[in-house]
């Protein structure tokens, strides 16, 4: 049998001290790397400017002018309200005419299913022949 395994000598005490250098190389790059990165400095302290009366005013009366809708100039309808760029117009919800239709609606179809004889027979006759005439039964 025939041994494969290293033997003592110089060449492997080399090759040792030679991966130790190269681990310790590589260590030292990797804590370079990982060193902390310096906060940033603060900023500066900007002091509060206070507005006068006179600068709020004159805000105010740009800020009523651009909201202005009663001008009497052509392109725009002065009915409708001011609606800010970026916001939407309220919309109608419905209305009431067609809320109370609907109750109405509501209550005839309960009161008749609970008591067909509410609405009177020529009613339901003239119904039924006017429904014929456009629909075949």
Known sequence: ??????????????????????????SKRDSLREAPALPKPPKPYK??????D??????????????H?????????SRKPYV?????????????????LLVLVIVGGAAYALDPTIVPAEW???????ITKYVKL
């Open 84 to 100: 800010r760029p970026g916001e939407r117009a309220e919309r109608k919800s419905g209305g009431l005419l067609f809320q109370l």
């Open 124 to 130: 339901t006759a003239k119904a039924h022949e006017f």
């Open 1 to 26: 049998m025939q041994g494969y395994g290293r033997r003592a000598g110089p060449s492997s005490q080399t090759t040792r001290i030679t991966d130790l250098r190269a681990s310790v190389i590589t």
């Open 54 to 67: 006179e600068d709020r005013a004159i805000k105010a009366e740009k800020q009523a002018l651009a909201q």
């Open 47 to 52: 002091g509060v400017r206070r507005e006068s």
């Open 69 to 77: 809708t009663t001008s009497l100039l052509a392109g725009g309808n």
